[in-house]
DNA sequence: GAGTGGTCTAGACCACTTC
DNA sequence: AAGTGGTCTAGACCACTCG
């Protein structure tokens, strides 16, 4: 059928579903920057013009993409890329106390290019990594060391970059700068003394038990694109996660 | 239109859209008990004779379903009730060490009638609820003293249960027994010293800081009908999470 | 072979937003 | 008024399961 030939791009599909390899074309797309937060991607009837699929089988690809989180309609004005809601998302923990979606201040403390433990080369599947050090404090008081650890292939130049074009936030940065989206992650909360060296940072004394949080973060097409341990102090610190 | 008085059940509807209409019947006629795992739901053109509405609609409130967790469409043999994955789904923590998918032990302690604090029936909405104390163990460790509250309306009777009905999980009972469908939840995890009582359950040193989790889980309405606090030593806890 | 769900079409009418 | 997404229809053909 002409359908695939229309659809298909240059590294994805095979024998999917046409709505499958829309939706990966249209994630291709976002992730290549082609729309902002404020422009519209194109609509039902222009993909379906484009694509030569009919509009439920338009629909199907859209709405995936927004179960994922990727894309948001509006009814009467058109389909829009999420910039707000997938961060608050990912970052809907570490509420100090009950208050929740206030966002903790960064700094950065180092960026180099390092090999990471066995471990981490194994879940990023490379060897040539950048090693991120990062502290969040939030209303002067210290809430997380963390130690971020990205592949170099997908992320090269970020060791470099002006430290004020770092916001408070890392994914939206990845989408922005290096195409990156997120997708999911799975965390892992454990409690364990802390280093001396990262205690000495978060300001407890060494060997006091720390809250603990091992993520690894996933592009949308699965493949493992970060690993994070942070550390932080265990008296103010508190987890929310949503489950279902 | 005819529609919605086919569709329309004793408690539900209003001017919702005819297949979020169908989704709840069918979650109502599912919670009431109606098919086992084994026999199929009806089929998508008996559902689209009983309703009046046509295939795609019946899909569409079946796939929401799906999506919830509740249901699994097999093509070829039919939907079904979906009891396993659900539980592993909620269960998806506590993991000692690497290992994860290991059901712990549990025992009950303690089963009464009783006022919970404010907060708690303000979360569950009555201050007339059963409180349960559970403790759970792994391999001969002590892992969770767990403290449980239901609404009594829900979960009237379950206080004097004979212990061997209950299973290593609870959700399931509550399906099986109450009807009561836990669709999702919201898990806190923090850490703090554990109270006396709960110390010694666990075979800690009283104020030895702990783990401490606590849980509102909500049925597929979106009314909070469960509420948990869990205590765990920190040494061996563990608490894995998926986000997105 | 009969029945199931999976994919897809080519429309329709509606509610809403924007100009 | 024109364009958007939201809902819904009445079919089609396919892949799969089961007896």
Redesign the pocket.
């Known amino acids: 059928m002409a359908?695939q030939t229309h659809v298909q791009t240059s590294t994805t599909d095979t024998r999917l579903?046409?709505?499958?390899q829309l939706r990966d074309m249209l994630a291709a797309r976002v992730a290549r920057g082609e729309w902002s937060s404020e422009t519209?991607?194109p609509?039902?009837?222009?993909l379906k013009a484009e694509t030569?699929?009919?509009?439920?089988?338009v629909?199907?690809s859209m709405q995936m993409l927004v179960d994922e989180g990727l894309l948001e309609?509006?009814?009467?004005?058109?389909?829009f890329l999420r910039k707000r809601a997938f961060d608050a998302t990912l970052f809907r923990f570490f509420a100090v106390g009950t208050d929740s979606d206030t966002i903790p201040k960064s700094r950065l403390v180092a960026r180099t290019i390092a090999q990471p433990h066995a471990a981490v080369a194994s879940i990023l599947g490379t060897t040539k990594c950048i090693r991120i050090e990062r502290l969040r404090s939030h209303a002067d008081s210290m809430l997380l060391a963390e130690e971020i650890w990205l592949p170099y292939d997908r992320f090269a130049g970020i060791e470099t970059m002006p430290e004020p074009e770092f916001g408070p936030l890392l994914y939206p940065l990845y989408l922005d700068r290096f195409g990156v989206f997120i997708a999911s992650a799975v965390d892992e909360v454990s409690f364990a003394p802390a280093p001396a060296v990262i205690a000495t940072r978060l300001g407890i004394a060494t060997d006091t038990p720390a809250a603990v949080i091992e993520r690894t973060a996933f592009a949308a097409d699965g493949a493992a694109v970060e690993w994070r341990i942070a550390h932080g102090p265990s008296n103010r610190f508190r987890y929310r996660s949503r489950l279902g």
């Open positions: 359908r579903p046409a709505y499958m519209p991607l609509s039902e009837n222009q030569g699929l009919s509009v439920g089988t629909r199907k309609r509006r009814q009467g004005s058109g389909t």
